[in-house]
């Protein structure tokens, strides 16, 4: 094996210093100044990390291998390497030759400053298990010798480009308190196309940034239907009460009736609930008794949140899908192999089987919650309706193809005509839609807050109606019975409604 010397080690150190400065720094550097690219709050973190450990390099080169800078030398590679994928993360998901800024040889700059950390910290480990000298600790004699030629080299080259990408800092970031921008404007020499920003500064402080999304929290919201956004909405009186006197594990989180069949009765349909313990029942047309049963491994290979809706599809499949837009496709089924559903279900009766567990991938409604789902038997589709976030104040409708379960389209409904805002500041954004159902071409949707039930026209992707529901508390699931709609609290008991037909 090779028998690395400290002088060896100063000198090899001092020759990667300069190809970490000259290539990776400076060729930044020359990107800004050549191309106008200018570094992201993200990209300065990386390029800091990277003068910071050319600065611990040439310690070692100065004054030999001391603990304290391999020590330092590791973490600056650690925390380069974590904001590079940080900032890596925000587009690797983007669609076939999309992302930030420029590439070079094809990858992104991001991509390259998470393989140069890597290679830093591969390159540090490789060192130190050829080093054969002593970690020393004690204060550096008079006597030291003075560094290579390489190695003054690179300490030249550090001074250099430290004051020039200073430089380049104070021309596109400017001096405290602005600390760089997200989406930062061409770089320019001429201080009239300056541009300074602090709006970094706001949000919440998070690992994952302005991916930080607070878990909704339906039984926060104002229930109160003379608040809401829309104005003087006509009232839909409850004709009646039901109970869900079924033994449930947990509180019911979503409830969901077959789709209505023209000219059958559902007199003997069966109904679906969830509950927050990831339970899944089937129950009798009373909901009093258990038909079927289980009880989902929420870690298994896609990860559930806490579920939120629930609803029947053609032929005896159901879904469920809990607030992330992960979903579960299941099915009784007497056939059910309990071995192989050993690894779905937490429990279960033995008569389910799990056909499909993935994620509704959205566009309009990313980086927002879904609590409510939805089947259109018609377009073969599935639906959920968003929740406002405090990124997004929308209420976006998204609608996936039932052959592939891929986004098949998006909307932003608007009020139809004859419906008011209360005022320019107020929208359906407001709205927290937490039950869903279709029939007849319309979806219903009923908001906790504001106890309102939204008429959606899914042709016109308008609200084509709204009526104030007072007396309703948490509505957690909505279905479809004949000329009914039942309206399913968070405590089981369930509200039924005459339908509105237009």
């Given at each position: 094996m090779i028998r690395l010397t400290e002088e060896?080690?100063?000198?090899?150190?001092?020759?990667?210093?300069?190809?970490?400065?000259?290539?990776?720094?400076?060729?930044?550097?020359?990107?800004?100044?050549?191309?106008?690219?200018?570094?992201?709050?993200?990209?300065?973190?990386?390029?800091?990390?990277m003068v910071l450990m050319a600065l611990v390099s040439l310690f070692v080169v100065r004054y030999g291998p001391?603990?304290?800078?391999?020590?330092?030398?590791?973490?600056?590679?650690?925390?380069?390497?974590?904001?590079?994928?940080?900032h890596s993360a925000l587009h690797l998901?983007?669609?076939?030759?999309?992302?930030?800024?420029?590439?070079?040889?094809?990858?992104?700059?991001?991509?390259?400053?998470?393989?140069?950390?890597?290679?830093?910290?591969?390159?540090?480990?490789?060192?130190?298990?050829?080093?054969?000298?002593?970690?020393?600790?004690?204060?550096?004699?008079?006597?030291?010798?003075?560094?290579?030629?390489?190695?003054?080299?690179?300490?030249?080259?550090?001074?250099?480009?430290?004051?020039?990408?200073?430089?380049?800092?104070?021309?596109?970031?400017?001096?405290?308190?602005?600390?760089?921008?997200?989406?930062?404007?061409?770089?320019?020499?001429?201080?009239?196309?300056?541009?300074?920003?602090?709006?970094?500064?706001?949000?919440?402080?998070?690992w994952r940034g302005s991916w930080t999304i607070p878990t909704p929290d339906p039984a926060g919201v104002d229930p109160d239907p003379a608040n809401g956004p829309l104005a003087d909405l006509p009232t839909l009186e409850v004709r009646g009460w039901e109970q869900v006197t079924a033994p449930l594990t947990g509180s019911l989180v979503g409830l969901a009736t077959p789709q209505p069949t023209a000219g059958a009765s559902d007199?003997?349909?069966?109904?679906?609930?969830?509950?927050?313990?990831?339970?899944?029942?089937l129950l009798d047309s009373s909901m009093s008794r258990v038909l079927h049963r289980v009880v989902l491994d929420r870690g298994f290979r896609i990860d559930l949140s806490p579920l939120a809706g629930a609803t029947f599809l053609s032929g005896d499949t159901i879904a469920v899908m809990s607030t992330n837009k992960s979903y579960v496709l299941l099915r009784p089924d007497p056939d059910a192999d309990p071995a192989r559903e050993w690894r779905h279900?937490?429990?279960?009766?033995?008569?389910?089987?799990?056909?499909?567990?993935?994620?509704?991938?959205?566009?309009r409604a990313r980086q927002m919650f879904a609590l409510s789902l939805a089947y259109d038997p018609a377009a073969d589709e599935l639906i959920t309706v968003s929740v406002p976030s405090p990124r997004h104040q929308r209420l976006v409708v998204s609608r996936f193809d039932g052959a592939d379960l891929l986004l098949a389209s998006e909307f932003?409904?608007?009020?139809?005509?004859?419906?008011?805002?209360?005022?320019?500041?107020?929208?359906?954004?407001?709205?927290?839609?937490?039950?869903?159902?279709?029939?007849?071409?319309?979806?219903?949707?009923?908001?906790?807050?504001?106890?309102?039930?939204l008429v959606i026209d899914l042709q016109s992707r308008t609200v084509a109606e709204a009526y104030a529901v007072p007396g309703i508390i948490e509505p957690v699931g909505l279905g479809v019975r004949g000329g009914d709609l039942v309206v399913a609290q968070s405590d089981g008991r369930v509200a039924v409604l005459e339908r509105p037909l237009r």
């Open positions: 060896r080690l100063g000198l090899v150190l001092a020759w990667l210093v300069i190809v970490l400065l000259a290539v990776p720094v400076g060729g930044a550097l020359w990107l800004g100044v050549a191309h106008g690219d200018a570094p992201c709050i993200l990209c300065w973190s990386q390029r800091t990390s001391r603990p304290r800078y391999l020590g330092i030398l590791v973490l600056l590679g650690a925390w380069g390497t974590f904001m590079a994928l940080r998901a983007r669609d076939v030759g999309q992302g930030f800024a420029g590439t070079i040889m094809g990858v992104h700059t991001y991509i390259w400053s998470w393989v140069i950390h890597w290679v830093v910290l591969l390159a540090a480990g490789a060192l130190l298990v050829l080093f054969r000298g002593t970690l020393s600790g004690k204060p550096v004699p008079a006597t030291a010798p003075s560094p290579s030629a390489a190695g003054r080299f690179a300490m030249a080259l550090l001074v250099v480009m430290a004051g020039a990408n200073a430089t380049q800092a104070f021309v596109t970031t400017g001096p405290p308190p602005y600390i760089g921008q997200g989406d930062p404007v061409r770089m320019s020499l001429d201080p009239r196309n300056w541009v300074w920003s602090t709006a970094a500064w706001s949000g919440s402080v998070s007199a003997d349909d069966p109904v679906l609930a969830i509950t927050d313990r990831f339970g899944v029942y279900f937490r429990e279960t009766d033995g008569g389910v089987t799990e056909l499909r567990r993935d994620r509704f991938a959205t566009v932003l409904p608007r009020p139809a005509a004859g419906l008011t805002l209360r005022g320019s500041e107020r929208g359906l954004g407001e709205y927290v839609v937490t039950a869903a159902a279709v029939a007849d071409g319309l979806l219903y949707a009923f908001s906790a807050a504001y106890s309102t039930l």
